[in-house]
């Protein structure tokens, strides 16, 4: 009698053991999941925007050298090569280095010069036309064009640049536009402006629902647009393209707002 008692309380005993590390496990692999799926919580998302004013502290723009001229190839490769020098010793002297000027393009395209043939009547028969044979298209001459962009860091100098250019030798000037040299730096105010308030509308929007904002489960991003690109053409149609010096045009860099948008999602508790 007394061995089936204790046989009893031991099974008894075994059962609740077994019941007990079952819901220790279940614990453990519920919370292990909702670890690494947090869109098992019960959750929500609040959007905000940070936004901060920045002056633009860099200037950068291209110019070209565009010269046409007869079949001697050599000689046209020359003059275009002394003209883009020109421009670019121009550049330098004006306190720009060399790691801020960059070739970005070398091209040379022939120009051709094709013949118009129309079909003539044949003896053998009034109003029966051929064609005429057309000898092929026959190339008259190049143009050679090379493209150099610039990085102004002193804005002062922009538009003494812009204009000196095309005096030493560059015939087309492109591209003008701001950037911000440091704009990571930027970024990351308006980063955190945007989270700051994204939590106090967590916050405000937890108090009317009538819960509390638990663990911050996902953060997700989104920037504004790169720098724009201003219209250049505009600015420098006064004094270019004549014998006497360009009047070097006023640039003004303004101001550019650099905006971040953050979501965050809480675990609602």
Do not use: H
Request: hydrophobic share 40%; with cysteine.
């Amino acid at each position: 009698m007394m061995n089936e008692r204790i046989k009893d309380v031991l099974g008894v005993v075994v059962i609740l053991g077994l019941v007990f590390f079952a819901y220790v496990i279940w614990v453990y692999v519920d919370a292990y999941s909702k670890s690494i799926e947090p869109s098992s919580f019960r959750s929500f998302q609040i959007s905000a925007e940070g936004k901060e004013v920045a002056i633009p502290d860099i200037a950068e723009f291209t110019f070209s050298v565009i010269t046409e001229g007869g079949t001697n190839l050599q000689a046209l490769q020359t003059q275009s090569s002394e003209k883009t020098n020109a421009a670019i010793e121009y550049v330098k002297s004006q306190g720009v280095e060399a790691k801020d000027i960059k070739t970005q393009g070398y091209n040379v395209n022939p120009r051709y010069q094709y013949f118009d043939c129309k079909p003539r009547p044949l003896p053998i028969g009034e109003g029966v036309l051929v064609p005429e044979a057309c000898p092929p298209a026959e190339i008259v001459g190049y143009t050679i064009s090379q493209t150099v962009s610039v990085k102004v860091r002193d804005l002062q100098k922009a538009g003494v640049l812009l204009s000196g250019v095309v005096d030493n030798g560059a015939n087309n000037v492109s591209q003008l536009f701001f950037t911000i040299d440091d704009r990571d730096a930027v970024e990351s105010r308006a980063r955190a402006q945007a989270i700051e308030k994204a939590k106090v509308k967590a916050e405000a929007v937890a108090k009317a629902g009538g819960f509390r904002v638990g663990r911050l489960l996902s953060i997700q991003e989104s920037g504004s647009p790169y720098d724009p690109l201003y219209e250049l053409d505009r600015a420098l149609e006064q004094g270019i393209g004549g014998a006497a010096p360009s009047v070097a045009p006023k640039v003004e860099p303004g101001s550019q707002d650099v905006t971040v948008n953050v979501t965050l999602r809480y675990e609602i508790q």
